[in-house]
């Protein structure tokens, strides 16, 4: 019901930015709740922000809660996460979600898109 599409991901060095976009199309609602996740090699997949359609209130994991910002764009359906001072656990591939208010579980994921942060 919901597609998201992933992009900005690639290659950055320890201390850089980088910022990931995700499209969202197909069926939305505007009190849906949009996410960033993120899973490193051997790890379990993990919260990295969240995000309301409206803008307010975020949520950030504390790992990453001074370094990333999460933000959206309304009107073209898309959520952004923007990464300062990359570390090199950073590493990882980071996925779009989306849940309905009422859903515990996020439903819809996109592909990932790899982000890989060189000491």
């Known amino acids: 019901q919901v597609q998201l599409v992933e992009s900005g991901g690639g290659l950055v060095q320890a201390g850089g930015s980088l910022r990931l976009s995700c499209a969202a199309s197909g069926r939305t609602f505007n009190s849906d709740i949009m996410a960033w996740f993120r899973q490193a090699p051997g790890k379990e997949r993990e919260f990295v922000a969240g995000?309301?359609?409206?803008?307010?209130?975020?949520n950030y994991a504390d790992s990453v809660k001074v370094r990333f910002s999460i933000s959206r764009d309304y009107v073209k359906k898309t959520v952004f996460l923007q990464m300062n001072s990359l570390k090199p656990e950073d590493t990882a591939v980071y996925y779009c979600a989306c849940r309905r208010r009422e859903s515990a579980a996020y439903d819809y994921w996109g592909q990932g898109t790899k982000v890989t942060v060189s000491s």
């Open positions: 995000i309301n359609w409206s803008g307010a209130p975020t």
